[in-house]
């Protein structure tokens, strides 16, 4: 089940070699900061994925496309318990225009301005 959400990055964590081949990064965003009562909820990278967030600063606006997980734990002692994570599968940054490509960006600049509508176009 893949859900987005809207918020602004509260802090941000390093990579963590949980085990040999498991590896995650979390990262806290803050949700309805307008409101009296902001919520902190944190979301994590694993694997691979752990580099996605660099770039990324305190404070900025992003989308974050995740997937809620579920497991269930049986401790030595049988007792179970049950775990969450927000697992993030993409991060964008909020309001970014996209880059303009270095060749397109000079070529417009020679060009001149369009004509004024009170001007008479000879056609």
């Keep these: 089940m893949n859900m987005q959400i809207h918020g602004k990055i509260h802090a941000a964590f390093e990579a963590e070699q949980v ?3 498991f590896r995650k990064r979390e990262f806290v965003l803050e949700l309805d900061s ?7 909820v944190m979301f994590q990278f ?6 996605m967030l660099d770039g ?6 992003v ?3 995740f997937s809620l997980r579920g497991r269930e734990w049986t401790s030595p002692k049988g007792d179970v318990r049950y775990f969450n994570s927000l697992e993030t599968w993409a ?3 909020v309001g970014e225009a996209p880059a303009a490509d ?3 960006a000079g070529m417009f600049a020679d060009a001149p301005p369009p004509p004024s509508d009170d001007e008479d176009i000879p056609f």
């Design 91 to 93: 991060i964008d940054r």
């Design 63 to 65: 989308k974050v496309e």
């Design 56 to 61: 990324f600063s305190k404070g900025e606006d």
């Design 46 to 51: 694993t694997g691979d994925r752990c580099e």
């Design 19 to 21: 085990t040999q081949r």
């Design 34 to 40: 307008d409101s009296r009562y902001p919520q902190y």
């Design 102 to 104: 270095a060749d397109d």
